[in-house]
C-alpha cells in the first residue's frame, strides 16, 4: 500500500512540474546582452534575439549599445596596447583628442512579431575613443538606441578588416537603459 501511495504521488509531482515548466515565457533573451565579436575581421557578425520588457523607470527606452575591449589584468603592456587602439577619452572641440582605431560597423534591428521580422533600424557607424574603463577592459560606444518593449533581432556588423585588434578579446554589449 505504502509503495502505491508513493509511486502516485511520485506521477502526481511530475505532472505537476511539467505543467508548470511549460508556461511560455516572453520569448529572447534578456538584458544586458554580452556576446563575443571578431571584430578584427571584415564581416564578422553579431546577432541576438532581445525581448525589451516596458520599463516604468526609464520610459525613455533607450539602451546603449557598446564594446568592450579586453586586457589582462595587471599586465601594463598589454593594457598600454590595447589603449593606444581603442583611443582616449578626452574631446578637443568636440572630437576625440584620441580617437584610435575607427571601427565602422553596421547596425540592423528588425522586430519580430506573428508575421515575422520587419525592418526597425538600419544605419552604419564609426566607432572612436574609449567612454569607459575598467580593471581589464576599455568601452567604446557604439550607439544609443530607442526601443519600445517587444521582440527584436540585433545584428552588428564590422566593415573592415582591423588586423591590429586579432590579439585583442572583443564583446558587444547592449546594456539597460539610461536613466536621463
Not at 553579431?46 to 564594446?67: E, G, H, M
Not at 566607432?127 to 533581432?153: E, Q, V
Not at 545584428?155 to 539610461?178: G, M, Q, S, W
Request: charged share 25%; aromatic share 8%; glycine share 8%.
Amino acid at each position: 500500500m505504502k509503495k502505491k501511495t508513493l509511486v502516485v504521488i511520485m506521477v502526481m509531482l511530475i505532472f505537476f512540474m511539467g505543467c508548470t515548466s511549460s508556461v511560455p515565457e516572453e520569448p529572447g533573451p534578456k538584458l544586458p546582452i554580452e556576446l563575443p565579436f571578431a571584430v578584427h575581421k571584415a564581416g564578422a557578425t553579431v546577432s541576438t534575439a532581445l525581448w525589451i520588457y516596458k520599463n516604468k523607470k526609464s520610459p525613455l527606452n533607450n539602451y546603449p549599445f557598446s564594446l568592450e575591449f579586453m586586457f589582462r589584468e595587471g599586465d601594463a603592456a598589454d593594457r598600454a596596447r590595447v589603449r593606444k587602439l581603442t583611443g582616449g577619452g578626452g574631446t578637443i572641440n568636440g572630437k576625440p583628442a584620441e580617437p584610435g582605431i575607427p571601427i565602422p560597423l553596421k547596425i540592423t534591428i528588425h522586430v519580430i512579431d506573428a508575421s515575422g521580422e520587419k525592418p526597425f533600424l538600419e544605419k552604419e557607424v564609426i566607432t572612436l575613443a574609449i567612454c569607459a574603463w575598467g580593471s581589464n577592459h576599455f568601452m567604446r560606444k557604439i550607439d544609443t538606441i530607442h526601443m519600445p518593449p517587444g521582440l527584436y533581432r540585433v545584428t552588428i556588423v564590422n566593415l573592415r578588416d582591423i588586423p591590429e585588434l586579432a590579439d585583442t578579446k572583443v564583446k558587444f554589449h547592449i546594456h539597460y537603459p539610461r536613466w536621463k
